[in-house]
């Protein structure tokens, strides 16, 4: 069945750094990505996402590349904040019906003052 | 935050009682999902349901069961709660458009369970 794997499950960066998260899928069908963050004892939220026809997408201070070959995509964060410590999942869709996603295990992110 | 709600919001039972999760909205969003987290795994589906009475299985759907009898209403029901099933259960809603055009889910508060 799908997998998907995320790396790495714990980062720790300064403020103003860039920080990286990846992900690999193994369903080549797969055709939307999304990336939700998730603060302490909060629900998921949508933060970005991108679609199999396009390789990148920025939004301010996040983008994600998605490498439809290799099947990885991953979340860049720049000159990170401390509000931006949370929990960060990638997802992708399967099987392409019903909207089914499946969920990386996510990194939680933390930045230090 | 989109119209969904959770109840109860917090849950503690005993191994083998029944117990049955609802999640509602007011989004009138065809796509309903009930997911549950725990640490290591991130969120795993378990059922989810593409309209009322349709209903299809997740990842993790063994010893759960759901219920669509209206556009607004999914529940989720342990028949005989086991200690692992002592987990945070979100559930989630979408609209898709078109036979695989996927959009955002958005979540509710979450559920948290404890089996003892």
């Known amino acids: 069945g799908e997998n998907v794997e995320q790396h790495p499950s714990t980062l720790s960066v300064q403020e103003g750094d860039s920080a990286v998260i990846k992900c690999t899928y193994s369903d080549s069908a797969s055709n939307y990505f999304p990336w939700y963050k998730q603060e302490l004892g909060k629900r998921p939220q949508l933060i970005i996402d991108?679609?199999?026809?396009?390789g990148e997408k920025k939004d301010q201070r996040i983008a994600v590349t998605l490498n439809k070959t290799a099947k990885h995509f991953s979340l860049h964060i720049t000159e990170t904040q401390p509000e931006d410590s949370a929990v960060y999942f990638c997802?992708?869709?399967?099987?392409?019906?019903?909207?089914?996603?499946?969920f990386g295990q996510g990194t939680e992110l933390s930045v230090k003052p | 935050d989109a119209g969904i709600t959770q109840s109860p919001r917090h849950k503690v039972t005993e191994t083998g009682t029944p117990v049955t999760l609802r999640c509602h909205q007011t989004?009138?969003?065809?796509?309903m999902y009930w997911y549950r987290q725990d640490p290591g795994h991130g969120l795993r589906l378990i059922h989810y349901s593409y309209g009322v009475k349709d209903t299809d299985k997740g990842e993790v759907s063994d010893g759960y069961s759901v219920s669509r009898s209206k556009t607004e209403d999914f529940l989720l029901t342990l028949e005989s709660a086991t200690s692992s099933q002592t987990s945070v259960y979100f559930c989630a809603i979408s609209e898709i458009y078109g036979k695989t055009a996927n959009n955002e889910q958005f979540f509710g508060p979450g559920t948290r369970l404890t089996v003892l």
């Open positions: 997802a992708a869709s399967y099987n392409n019906q019903g909207g089914k996603l499946i």
């Open positions: 989004e009138n969003h065809r796509y």
């Open positions: 991108i679609r199999s026809n396009v």
